[in-house]
Structures are given as structure tokens and as C-alpha cells.
């Protein structure tokens, strides 16, 4: 598989959003649409409260300023949802419209999760007097999406537009887009995968979501693996799911340090997320392996969201067993960080938190 960088910098994102809307929509099937909106509110709702105060704070522009409001709009419209997103600032308020979202529509579960509930949070947090109107929506059946924001209990905007902005006047660099875009979209994913956790648990998680993971791997597997230069089976499948870990930043050893059909991961934007995160790439990994060749599978032995303190993962034939690994110590200040960092996600209680705590204490694991 032989990806270019251009390729790569857009395959994260992608990857992350599609995940999210299949999530989505899996959440939604599960469950119904009205009992997955009451799942998800809370994260959605902090989501959008913290990416405005993210994007208003990077901008470093005059919060009064309408063009502040129009740029945070763009950047957080174009992020999420990954068209071409234009603002119209008018003199009673703006119109928002966002084209070809790539989404597509395809789960209404996401699109009233970032639209309006995070979305709703992310102008509110700018200025409470804010509201918005959904005036079109993918999610109908509409072409584009189209919201109107404007004060409380005021019409829709009929003033003299006085400017547009569009994504090429938002002052950010592909460095900047492609950071915001993966860090909204990854929280995105996170959020839903969580709620799922929350109805179904951990395994009843892993069971609903294995087959989805799987046919994106193999769709992905399908659609990039076309030209490879790559004879050898096990050289495209390393090659392919190489290059994912590398989209999604996961530092791997230099070329030559790793296994031949495994590899170590030392750094990963997910090491504090649940283990259920590292669950779904092993699905999509094991898609990318049914497609290639359904004799191999893909397994992680060690995940840092486990407390391990690096990732390990092969490939290997089914049926063969995993070569012994030696048993990485685990430090206490590891556990403790890692604990903590469950409980800033709001992935445990307090409650929680400090009963892990007490129990790690009880069997001097810290002190």
C-alpha cells in the first residue's frame, strides 16, 4: 500500500469521521433516536462549550468583533464537518451554509449531536444571547444545511449582507485544519463510543460495533490497496496498517527497529481514552486483513489504555499463538495519570476515582 503525504494528512480525518457517523447511527439503531440524544447530550453539550473557548482563544481576536464569531463558525463548521462552509454577516445577524458536509446526512443521530446540541453550546459560550434555527438540513433530505443566528427571540436575518467568509479567509494554515479537524472529529467518535459504554457496556460495545469496524477496514483495504507495488500478502497488510498508525500520529519504531509482522506503538493520542477505542482499530485492522488475505488476523497483546506503557501489536496466521512477551512493570504514577485522566474525560465518577484509589492503596500498588 503506497499512500502519498497528501493522502495521509486526509485519511486520519476521514477515517475518524466516518467512524463517528457509523457509531452514530449504530447508537441510534440500538436504541432509537430520542434515547440516544439523551446519551450523548452531555458530552455534546461540553464539546461545544470547550471548542469555543479552543477556537476563540487560537483566533486571538477581538471578541466583539463579528468577523471573531464568523471565523470560530467556519472553523468549527468546516472541522466537524468537512465541506465547504460560508458565513453571511448581516446587519441583524448571520446565516450559516454549509455544502457538501461529508457526512452526507447519513445519521441524524450526528447531525442533532454536532449541529444543534454542540453547536447551540459552541454560540452560547460566545454570547448567551444567541440562538439558532435550522432553516435546511442534509439530515431532510436538503441539499446543503443552512442556519440562521441571530439574537433571542428575533426574526431571521433580513439585513444587508455586509460580508462573507468563507473557509480560505479563516487564518489558519493546512497544519491547523488538519489539527482542529482531527481533534473535533476524534472527540466526536469518543463521545459516542462512551455512550455506548454507558447503555451497553464494555463487551455489549465491542459486540454491536466489531462488524462495522471490520467493513470499514475492508473498505479501506479495497479502495487504497488498488496499484500497490506490493507482492508479498504480508508486506500489503503491514504496509496498510503501518500507514494508518502513522495518519493518526502513533509513534512506531524507524524503519528496521520493528518486527517483521509487528510493531510497538511508544506515543498515541488515544493513550487515555477506554480501551474500547484500541477494540475498534483492532476490528478495523482485522477488516483491512480480511480483505488483503482472510488467513491472517490482526491482535494487540499490550494497550496503553490497559496501563500498559506501550501498545504491541502482530499479524500473524489464524491459529497461531502470539510470541511471549515480557510483562511491562507498571509504575504507580502511570496508573494514578491514567485514572485521572478517566475522570477529566468523564469516563468515571468521583465516586469511582476514589474507590480505584482506595483499592490500589489497599494493595500497596501506591501509596
Known sequence: MELTEEVKRELSVGLLREWWVTASQ??????GVEEALILLRKGFS?????????????????????????????????????????????GDGRYLVI?????????????????????????????????IDWLNS???????????????????PVGEVL?????????????????????????????VIRALADRLGDQG???????????????????????????????????????VHESFDMKLPAAGESEELGSIVTECPFSGSSSLICHQFEAFFNGICEAIDPAYEFSYDRMMTKGDKTCHWTIRKKGEEAKEKPKEEVHSDDLVRRLAQKLIDGEITDEEFERKMALLKKHGVVK
Open 26 to 31: 449504530a447508537l441510534e439503531d440500538k436504541v
Open 138 to 156: 442534509k439530515a431532510n433530505g436538503d441539499l446543503s444545511c443552512r442556519v440562521a443566528i441571530k439574537r433571542r427571540g428575533a426574526p431571521p
Open 205 to 243: 460495545t465491542i459486540d454491536l460495533m466489531e462488524p462495522y469496524m471490520r467493513n470499514s477496514g475492508l473498505a479501506f483495504s479495497l479502495k487504497w490497496s488498488q496499484g500497490s507495488r506490493l507482492a508479498c500478502v504480508q508486506d500489503r497488510i503491514l504496509a496498510a496498517v503501518v500507514a
Open 46 to 90: 461540553h464539546h461545544g462549550a470547550a471548542g469555543s473557548q479552543i477556537a476563540a482563544n487560537f483566533l486571538s481576536m477581538d471578541p466583539c468583533d463579528p468577523l471573531t464569531f464568523a471565523y470560530s463558525d467556519v472553523m468549527a463548521k468546516r472541522s466537524g464537518t468537512g465541506g465547504s462552509v460560508s458565513v453571511e454577516i448581516r
Open 163 to 191: 460580508k462573507v467568509v468563507r473557509d480560505m479567509d479563516v487564518p489558519l494554515s493546512e497544519e491547523d485544519w488538519e489539527f482542529f479537524s482531527k481533534a473535533t472529529v476524534g472527540e466526536n467518535w469518543a463521545i
Open 99 to 131: 455544502e457538501d458536509c461529508r457526512t452526507g446526512g447519513e445519521s441524524r443521530v450526528a447531525c442533532k449531536c454536532f449541529c444543534a446540541i454542540a453547536a447551540e453550546l459552541f454560540w452560547k459560550e460566545m454570547d448567551p444571547e444567541i440562538e
